[in-house]
């Protein structure tokens, strides 16, 4: 070797060097991890306070026990207070595996992904927790656990764990929608949260799902820890049908759910039984299936004015603004306390029927004073990353809050403003417009149901 090549040689080693030093001098990794080529050093870019960063590296291994998948929804990650629920490859970020989870705010710790080829080859990396802002307090909250990784879009089956090589554990959580579709089974889904306390407001229910079958939805999926006996046959009439999908939610064997939303004064570890953590694993276990997704509760309908369904309603919608992801419907509730006079839909054959006969109830109440309108949601859910109860909190697109005269929701439930006479609530009968069909296929599934005998 000449001098001038040796020269050259030697700058360029220092030039590496000095590199490497001001690299690992300016990042949070040891100087190690730019050194060797086992570990993954992509920087992962800084959170909000609600996310906890473990730095990423990866470790493969042959797992050589056999890989099962939990019985139940709600899967506890070993050695620590948080469990997993479901796994989705997420396509909007190269394919890395998003596990909806629930965490303990209040007992953080470093979490590995372990993730799982179909020939049960393993591979480890550290994680991306991300805890939901909404957590309203309460000490369990949803969470995104995002493990990115080579080849994660092919994995089958993945594990959260609080060790970073884990043969011991067997039970790995199926990966779902590893495939991206751009046709769907469904143009509308709807997404009931929660359904517990033994609820058997039977009619309602009934009346509720046959409206929205006239709406235009194909698909309703309900969350169930429990519910009545009525309910109960209703709901596998249902299921038989085809129209709706019952996903098991044992909440309650693992942690005492509070019943409200309001931690002082309800109390509990989780929100609501768990609400948040269905909504979100809703949209995710939906984004490929439904082109659309309501999110909103057991006992209300959002309903078109300017439109007869669902489909010409967000047609409409979607035209006017093309970059909109996220539609809000305010909630207008209609008291149960104050019944239409002339008692046309207080049908005989319904007497024995648990629960509120919607087309009683025609009076809403107005607006209140300086209090904004809680609002629901039609979301594309490939467009929605969290969502929250009356909003989501991150997704791509914008979002919109429809007009009160385009369309609104029909909440018909207690009164929130007590001391109002029927003459200071508006006449609403919009659901009245259904009543020819409406009525006869309540009829037909009540009969179907076992509930309503024929005459």
């Not at 768990?274 to 299936?289: A, D, F, K, P, S």
Request: aromatic share 10%; charged share 20%; with cysteine.
């Amino acid at each position: 070797m000449d001098n001038s090549t040796f020269k050259i040689l030697l700058a360029l080693t220092c030039i590496s060097l000095t590199s490497t030093l001001i690299l690992a001098y300016k990042s949070s990794y040891p100087l190690f991890q730019y050194m060797t080529t086992s570990y993954n050093s992509q920087k992962i870019p800084d959170v909000s306070n609600s996310t906890m960063l473990i730095k990423d590296s990866e470790y493969a291994f042959c797992n050589t026990c056999k890989i099962t998948e939990p019985l139940n929804l709600i899967t506890p990650i070993k050695d620590s207070k948080h469990f997993m629920v479901s796994a989705f490859i997420d396509h909007r970020l190269d394919g890395a595996i998003r596990v909806i989870s629930i965490i303990n705010r209040n007992s953080l710790q470093p979490l590995y992904c372990v993730y799982c080829s179909a020939e049960q080859v393993c591979k480890t990396v550290h994680t991306e927790v991300q805890i939901h802002r909404d957590h309203l307090g309460f000490q369990f909250h949803v969470s995104d656990v995002i493990c990115k990784g080579r080849h994660t879009q092919n994995a089958t089956h993945v594990l959260i764990s609080t060790k970073h090589s884990d043969n011991s554990t067997t039970e790995y959580l199926p990966i779902k929608k590893r495939v991206r579709i751009n046709t769907f089974k469904y143009n509308f889904t709807v997404c009931i949260s929660n359904l517990f306390g033994n609820y058997n407001n039977v009619l309602q229910f009934a009346q509720t799902m046959e409206m929205y079958k006239l709406l235009g939805v194909q698909h309703v999926v309900i969350y169930k820890t429990n519910c009545g006996p009525d309910l109960e046959k209703l709901l596998k009439h249902y299921e038989t049908e085809g129209i709706l999908e019952i996903v098991p939610w044992p909440i309650d064997q693992f942690l005492n759910p509070s019943s409200g939303w309001n931690f002082k004064e309800h109390k509990g570890d989780v929100h609501y039984y768990g609400q948040l953590v269905t909504l979100n694993e809703c949209i995710y276990r939906h984004m490929y299936q439904s082109k659309y997704i309501l999110l909103n509760d057991i006992d209300e309908i959002i309903m078109p004015y300017k439109h007869t369904s669902l489909p010409s309603l967000m047609e409409d919608l979607q035209s006017a603004y093309p970059r909109v992801s996220v539609f809000l419907f305010e909630s207008h509730i209609f008291p149960t306390t104050q019944f239409e006079e002339s008692g046309k839909f207080k049908q005989a054959e319904w007497n024995n029927i648990p629960g509120v006969n919607i087309m009683e109830h025609i009076y809403r109440e107005p607006d209140r004073k300086n209090i904004y309108n809680p609002t629901k949601m039609i979301v594309n859910p490939r467009k929605v990353q969290q969502t929250s109860v009356h909003t989501t909190l991150q997704n791509y697109g914008y979002i919109h809050r429809v007009a009160f005269h385009v369309s609104r929701m029909v909440h018909v439930r207690e009164p929130m403003q007590v001391n109002l006479s029927k003459e200071q609530l508006f006449v609403d009968k919009r659901v009245w417009d259904f009543e020819q069909k409406l009525i006869p296929n309540v009829d037909r599934t009540l009969k179907l149901s076992g509930l309503l005998r024929p005459h």
